[in-house]
Nanobody, 121 residues
């Protein structure tokens, strides 16, 4: 229950693109992507609600797109024009709980194992 598996990370040069995938064991009303750079706190990147509402952190707006294939229970994060500051471990998350703050990692019940994204200048 709550199993989520990410893939798609890798190493690219600045300006490159990657698409992350997260296969979930079931459907969730809210799913999102977080990232964590070495020595930094885990931060919200993008979230997708059941009604199609999407939210993005300011630094990725216009470059990243979150989407979902409901038939496959798969969440995607298309990342274009990647920059060195985007480097980090990327995690998918699902299943909101108190305090029900979509931008707060503690609000998610289920997490994937993470996939590393490294962007060189």
């Amino acid at each position: 229950q709550g199993q989520m598996v990410e893939s798609g990370g890798g190493s690219v040069q600045a300006g490159g693109s990657l698409r992350l995938s997260c296969v979930a064991s079931r459907y969730y009303d809210c799913m999102g992507w977080f990232r964590q750079a070495p020595g930094k706190e885990r931060e919200a990147v993008a979230q997708l609600l059941i009604d199609g509402t999407t939210t993005y952190t300011d630094s990725v707006k216009g470059r990243f797109t979150i989407s979902k294939d409901n038939a496959k229970n798969t969440l995607y994060l298309q990342m274009n024009n990647l920059q060195p500051d985007d480097t980090g471990m990327y995690y998918c998350a699902a299943g909101l709980r108190r305090p029900f703050d979509r931008l707060n990692p503690v609000s998610y019940n289920y997490w994937g194992q993470g996939t590393q994204v490294t962007v060189s200048s």
